[in-house]
């Protein structure tokens, strides 16, 4: 038995031995250290998709709040006009009628200051170029006082939220007159007179 005791003894005491038991060991370090690089790498964009979808979360519960407002807010701008245009009249009406609608305008006013609270602001039409994004045009008015595609009036004010058009304003645009017409009924006229003969 001693006898295998010193030829295992003497196998360890080899220095190829020794050098494949260290190759082995730097092989097993290397492994763990890929390992843990690659376990880090995975644990860091987890984290980073964890975030991702925290930031996406909190966006849309923003827009859909900020939705949820525009919503009601575009529900109330027409009785506001109304409202508003009421108001406009009072001063045709009696004292006491005035007094009234003193009260009515303060009113008013707080409904405005809500509206401006949530970045809803009414925007100005009139003088401006035509903006499809920004205007509804209800009718055209050919005339050469003004630049063609020039808002001439506001009928109704439109508004907006941030950059984003809530409402557009519906308004009168101008328009230069056509040189067609008096062609046109100059060749009507023309038609008669030439129907008249026969």
């Known amino acids: 038995m001693e006898k295998q005791t010193d ?21 097993s370090v ?10 880090k790498n995975k644990y860091l964009l987890l984290l980073a998709e964890m975030e991702n979808a925290r930031k996406r979360m909190q966006k849309d519960k923003h827009d859909a709040t900020r939705f949820a407002i ?10 506001l006009d109304n409202f508003e245009n009421a108001l406009s009249f009072a001063g045709q009406t009696s004292e006491e009628t005035q007094k009234w609608a003193q009260g009515f305008e303060m009113i008013l006013s707080q409904f405005k200051d809500v509206l401006v609270a949530h970045k809803i602001v009414p925007f ?11 205007h509804e045009v209800i009718e055209i008015e050919e005339t050469e006082k003004h630049k063609e595609n020039t808002i001439i009036k506001e009928f109704i004010r439109g508004y907006k939220c941030g950059d984003r ?34």
Do not use: W, Y
Not at 9 to 26: F, G, L, R, S, Y
Not at 30 to 39: A, G, H, R, S, T
Not at 124 to 134: K, R, T, V, W, Y
């Open 124 to 134: 100005q039409s009139q003088g401006l170029m035509f903006d499809p994004h920004m």
């Open 165 to 198: 058009v809530l409402r557009p304003a519906r308004v009168k645009m101008a328009k230069n007159p056509s040189k067609e017409q008096p062609k046109q009924e100059n060749d009507q006229v023309n038609n008669k007179q030439n129907q008249g003969d026969s």
């Open 30 to 39: 290397e492994n763990l250290k890929k390992e843990l690089k690659e376990e």
């Open 7 to 27: 030829s295992e003894d003497n196998i360890e005491d080899k220095p190829e031995v020794q050098e494949v038991q260290e190759e082995a060991e730097e092989t």
């Open 70 to 79: 525009e919503n009601v807010a575009l529900e109330f701008l027409t009785p």
